[in-house]
């Protein structure tokens, strides 16, 4: 059913969940065992997404910005240490780098990817730079070859922010399949959700060790190891945090993780008929569609208006508001915050902030029917004609 307000205009959401009718049961069965907390479903979802990836080990974790955060714990980086990363992301990828005492330092993107730029990368490394943060941003696989070669010269960590990217491939392999570490967000706005909740992938069993007793108050008996210390010495033997996923909220995930191929296949085919639809509007820029061995997942659909577009990106964001079409602008440039100009300086980023200023999103989900489509794409001709 196609939801209007009493003026008949069509109202579309950016994003919309999508459960199937066997989540309510699953739920009430969890409240009704008396183990809500982290439990069974937990360790069945992170077995999953584990065996989706092809990843030896699978964290979940509160969200995906605690996954961002336990990542760099477990790699030991310490403070005053610098990692490079895009300023093109949600500032989730930036706050995880402070909350741990490191430095960002934000390195320009490609203009046609949206993703960090592998050639920008390497100029900015310096005696303090211990890890690159690459985020595969809308779902768009990295240039993780280039990126591991620059790493691997340079002897620094690769932490992948993932937050978008669960069934996006690269090379044919699933993103979250690493040497390092990779950090998914699920978030509802992502390819899956468990309405809050994240999950971390490696294939470092001692990395995974860590990441399990860091998410539970630093508890020993987390995660790999087989038990508790006999009595009370040393049980947190490190500082941990209380980052843990409940099992109501994996139920969710569950339902979900099932579906994910169905859901970025669909996902998929939405960004392609948009492509179609709007390849003759001279005054856009369309999205990227990978090459054959990567997929993008496309968890969100970015246009940019072009210089010749007849009106700002600010007004035709709000024309396609007042019509019912939930978007919004481009990804605010974390290096532009006021928080992030007082803790690194001033910083010229040029792709990024052209890029940020003349881009928008358009809805894009799986349950997007063709009524809702089509009025998507007649309203934007209209508003750009």
Not at 6 to 16: D, H
Not at 376 to 383: A, E, N
Request: a negative charge; glycine letters at 8%; aromatic letters at 8%.
């Amino acid at each position: 059913m196609v939801c209007t307000n009493p003026e008949g205009i069509m109202k579309i959401p950016i994003a919309k969940t999508q459960f199937s009718d066997r989540v309510d049961a699953e739920l009430v069965k969890v409240v009704r065992s008396g183990w809500v907390a982290q439990g069974p479903k937990v360790k069945e979802l992170e077995e999953k997404l584990a065996g989706y990836t092809g990843a030896r080990h699978a964290v979940a974790v509160s969200t995906g910005t605690a996954a961002l955060h336990l990542a760099i714990l477990a790699y030991g980086l310490t403070e005053g240490d610098e990692v490079i990363m895009p300023s093109f992301s949600f500032i989730a990828t930036a706050n995880a780098v402070v909350y741990a005492g490191l430095r960002p330092v934000f390195c320009d993107i490609d203009p046609v990817t949206y993703n960090i730029d592998p050639d920008v990368i390497e100029t900015l490394i310096t005696e303090r730079t211990r890890a690159i943060m690459p985020v595969h941003q809308f779902g768009m696989p990295c240039d993780m070859t280039k990126i591991a070669q620059i790493a691997g010269r340079h002897d620094i960590k690769i932490i992948e922010d993932a937050a978008c990217a669960l069934g996006s491939l690269y090379n044919g392999v699933p993103i979250g399949k690493t040497t390092g570490i990779a950090c998914f967000s699920f978030h509802p706005r992502k390819t899956i959700t468990t309405a809050e909740g994240g999950m971390i992938t490696t294939d470092d069993i001692s990395v995974a060790d860590r990441l399990f007793r860091l998410r539970n108050h630093g508890d020993n008996s987390s995660g790999l190891s087989t038990g508790k210390s006999p009595g009370f010495p040393d049980q947190y033997g490190i500082l941990g945090f209380n980052y843990r996923m409940s099992d109501v909220h994996a139920v969710l995930g569950l339902d979900q993780i099932d579906r994910l191929e169905e859901f970025t296949v669909s996902r998929n085919n939405i960004a392609a008929r948009y492509n179609e639809r709007l390849r003759d509007m001279d005054c856009l820029q369309l999205p990227v569609i990978p090459e054959d061995n990567d997929r993008c997942n496309f968890q969100s659909y970015l246009l940019r208006l072009r210089s010749d577009a007849p009106l700002s990106r600010d007004e035709l964001v709000s024309r396609l508001l007042v019509r019912g079409i939930g978007t919004k602008q481009g990804i605010p440039p974390i290096h532009l915050q006021s928080i992030y100009t007082e803790k690194v300086g001033r910083v010229r980023l040029p792709v990024t902030e052209e890029v940020a200023y003349d881009s928008f999103f358009l809805p894009i989900f799986p349950a997007l029917t063709d009524r809702e489509f089509d009025y998507i794409i007649g309203t934007l001709r209209k508003v750009l004609a």
